[in-house]
């Protein structure tokens, strides 16, 4: 059964750091792109970044909202995802979502699972 | 960046109709295009990749139809569980956007 659960979230001021994880498990971690996906209160889904594989060279691409301030990692060896949040701003709050970025019948880009989501507050 | 706009963005309906839900891309996208449902505190779900493609496990009551820049989202007799907020997102370029959701509600 494929779980990602994301934890790291909470209450950060504006101008703050946070890092987000995403914990991976019951698939081929090493063969899936991993995004962020994020919901602020009483919007809709606004997708927040990916990252690729070792064979496709670890390669990131962010949302504008978030280039230069945000970056996604990930660690093989413990199956993890990380999204490291930087100068955050109060539009930054929202509940963030670790999900698996495959390509459905070898053609389809879709974000397959999702985990439950953690809670980031930006708020002085 | 492609924007998504989705139609109704909100919508009441009764246990046993057939309903549809419409997304119009800003520009041309193929087939490059998901449905999820998403309850609130639950995570996303997809149901429908590459525009009538249906996912794994979801019932075949759910189903995607268009390419190009317009495409619906049909289900042919709604359940109670059915009640949800959906998008539309289009995978043909980065960024990945979604539309703006519709709620479906129980009339």
């Known amino acids: 059964e494929v779980q990602l659960v994301e934890s790291g979230g909470g209450l950060v001021k504006p101008g703050g750091s946070l890092r987000l994880s995403c914990a991976a498990s019951?698939?081929?971690?090493?063969?899936?792109?991993m995004s962020w996906v994020r919901q602020g209160p009483g919007k809709g889904l606004e997708w927040v970044g990916r990252i690729k594989t070792k064979a496709d060279g670890w390669a990131t691409d962010y949302a504008a909202p978030v280039k230069g301030r945000f970056t996604i990692s990930r660690h093989h060896s413990r199956n993890m995802v990380y999204l490291q949040m930087n100068s955050l701003k109060t539009e930054d709050t929202a509940v963030y979502y670790c999900?698996?970025?495959?390509?459905?019948?070898?053609?389809?880009?879709?974000?397959?699972?999702w985990g439950q989501g953690t809670p980031v507050t930006v708020s002085s | 960046d492609i924007q998504m706009t989705q139609s109704p963005s909100s919508l009441s309906a009764s246990v046993g109709d057939r309903v549809t839900i419409t997304c119009r891309a800003s520009q041309s996208i193929s087939n490059y295009l998901n449905w999820y449902q998403h309850k609130p505190g639950k995570a996303p779900n997809l149901l429908i990749y590459?525009?009538?493609s249906l996912q794994g496990g979801v019932p075949s009551r759910f189903s995607g139809s268009g390419s190009g820049t317009d495409f619906t989202l049909t289900i042919s007799s709604l359940q109670p569980e059915d009640f949800a907020t959906f998008y539309c997102?289009?995978?043909?370029?980065?960024?990945?956007?979604f539309g703006q959701g519709t709620t479906l509600e129980i009339k």
């Open positions: 590459g525009a009538s």
């Open positions: 997102q289009q995978s043909y370029s980065i960024p990945l956007t």
């Open positions: 999900t698996t970025d495959q390509h459905m019948g070898g053609s389809y880009e879709a974000l397959d699972y």
């Open positions: 019951g698939f081929i971690f090493t063969n899936a792109w």
